[in-house]
């Protein structure tokens, strides 16, 4: 195995067990595997065979890709400018996960003032979460109106037809949404 990969190996492995909170013990019997043998993948000196890497990411429940990829910093900044930003109509809608995170969606939108935005529904069981940051924003769902001040919280099914209004001042969101299960 090519020296680098063998240590973005070790150094994932070791960090995914740490954060798990298992022993080198525990997570080899999880595994499947000899107790020596994880501890030579974690060292960087085995070379495992494919069949041995599949269980190690079973056991660790991650993608054979994330065993093997570069380790990531422990932190990363995003500035702004990297975020992904659209129009839509009047609103400007800001995603504020610059990875994408599996089942969830967070957005941070701006309304300026009596502006409005259709939501856009998503698969049957979503659930979205709407906050209001700023200004007063009214939701539209189900036939029924939502006033939000700032730091109001309404919870709905994302599954149907919705939209946002904002009042006379311009109004900030926040909207979360947790896709269903397939």
Known sequence: MDDALADH?????????????????QVARLAGI?????????????????????????????????????????AELYRAERLRTVQRGAATIRKL???????????????????R??????????????????GELTLVVGGERFSLSPGDVVAFRGDQRHGYESGARAAVGYSVVVLARP
């Open 117 to 134: 935005m259709t939501g856009m529904p998503h698969t049957p069981g979503t659930r979205e979460y709407l906050t209001c940051e700023a």
């Open 97 to 115: 996960l610059p990875e994408p995170l599996p089942g969830m969606e967070i957005d941070r939108f701006s309304l300026p003032p009596r502006a």
């Open 9 to 25: 190996l070790a150094r994932n492995v070791r960090h995914l067990r740490g954060v798990r909170g298992l022993t080198q013990a």
């Open 34 to 74: 000899p107790r020596a043998t994880w501890s030579h993948v974690e060292s960087g000196t085995a070379n495992p065979t494919l069949h041995v890497l599949g269980r190690i990411a079973f056991c660790l429940q991650v993608s054979l890709e994330e065993l093997l990829a570069r380790p990531r910093a422990e």
